[in-house]
Structures are given as C-alpha cells and as structure tokens.
C-alpha cells in the first residue's frame, strides 16, 4: 500500500521560515501529482501548492511569493519550501498524492497524516 509521510512542522515566529517534506512510500507505478493542502479548524481543507510529475507547479493566492513547491525528486519526495510566514498561515499542513498503481486500476488519491504548523510570537 502506498503510505505519505510529513514532517518539518513547528512553531515559528512571523516573518520565518519553514520547510516541510512528504516522502511517498509503498508499490506504485507513478506519481502523477504532488500537492500541499492546510486546514483550520472549523474549515475546508485548502490547496495551497501542487505540482506535476512533469514540474509544472500552482500556487494558492495568499502564498504566492512566499511558497515554493519543489519538483518531485528521485526518492519520491517532495518539499513546500514556506518564507515570510504569517500568523494566518498556521494550520495542519496535508500531503497529497495521485498516484498511478501497478496494474488495470485507475489512478488513486493518498492523504498523509497532517503536520501542524504554528506562525506565533
């Protein structure tokens, strides 16, 4: 099965930087698509960065500028590189994944387990 794994959450102070990476494990064919997706208590999950197995990456407005998403690297990972973080940008941070399975099945969506991210003074 194919499992995510986050991690580079914490506590940062505004105007800091942060940089969380989400390794994809497991028996697959292909990851077609990466992207980064944050939630507030009390609201929808959002997306914040997504990018393409072939590099083409968006951005959600509020983080444009600030957030860069990279391409997805030989080990399956990819990193949400966050500068100038505001108090506003504080949530669960949630790795997601459309990845292509080995065999006659159509492509799959995977979730990892959520990292928090807290912008405070």
């Known amino acids: 099965q194919v499992q995510l794994r986050e991690s580079g959450g914490g506590l940062v102070q505004p105007g800091g930087s942060l940089r969380l990476s989400c390794a994809a494990s497991?028996?697959?064919?292909?990851?077609?698509?990466m992207a980064w997706y944050r939630q507030v208590p009390g609201n929808q999950r959002e997306l914040v960065a997504a990018?393409?197995?072939?590099?083409?990456?968006n951005y959600a407005d509020p983080v444009k500028g600030r957030f860069t998403v990279s391409g997805i690297d030989a080990k399956n990972t990819v990193y949400l590189q966050m500068n100038s973080l505001k108090p506003e940008d504080t949530a669960v941070y949630y790795c997601?994944?459309?990845?292509?399975?080995?065999?006659?099945?159509?492509?799959?969506?995977?979730w990892g387990q959520g990292t928090q991210v807290t912008v405070s003074s």
């Open positions: 997601n994944a459309d990845i292509t399975l080995v065999g006659p099945v159509p492509p799959r969506s995977f």
């Open positions: 497991g028996s697959f064919f292909r990851i077609n698509t």
């Open positions: 990018i393409t197995s072939g590099n083409s990456a």
